[in-house]
Nanobody
């Protein structure tokens, strides 16, 4: 498995931006496709974005493409989630997850993700 450490969460005003980072460690960590999820209090964890092993392909939840951008730097073993034009509705705990495969999409079952980060809180104030 791969170990994941997240950073970049915080408090931001509506309309602002945040960049989340997920640092991966472990042998051949670049062999994992990656996904970002978010979970608001009292709600289910939902898919946000996914990226293929190489970074060539990206996938987004409906309504988020255009504001959120997922990317990765395999040389640094790090995956990013750039979030722009944030709204209070984006407030949630954000998690990164790793799947040993080529790609992850919105339909990839959650149980196929073998490693999860601890989560980082994003709070957007009005």
């Amino acid at each position: 498995q791969v170990q994941l450490v997240e950073s970049g969460g915080g408090l931001v005003q509506a309309g602002g931006s945040l960049r989340l980072s997920c640092a991966a460690s472990g042998r051949t960590s670049s062999s994992y496709a990656m996904g970002w999820f978010r979970q608001a209090p009292g709600k289910e964890r939902k898919f946000v974005a996914g990226i293929s092993r190489s970074g060539a392909n990206t996938y987004y939840a409906d309504g988020l493409k255009g504001r959120f951008t997922i990317s990765r730097d395999n040389a640094k073993n790090t995956v990013y989630l750039q979030m722009n034009s944030l709204e209070p509705e984006d407030t949630a705990a954000y998690f990164c997850a790793a799947k040993n495969g080529l790609v992850v999409t919105r339909t990839t079952p959650i149980y196929e993700y073998e490693s999860w980060g601890q989560g980082t809180q994003v709070t957007v104030s009005s």
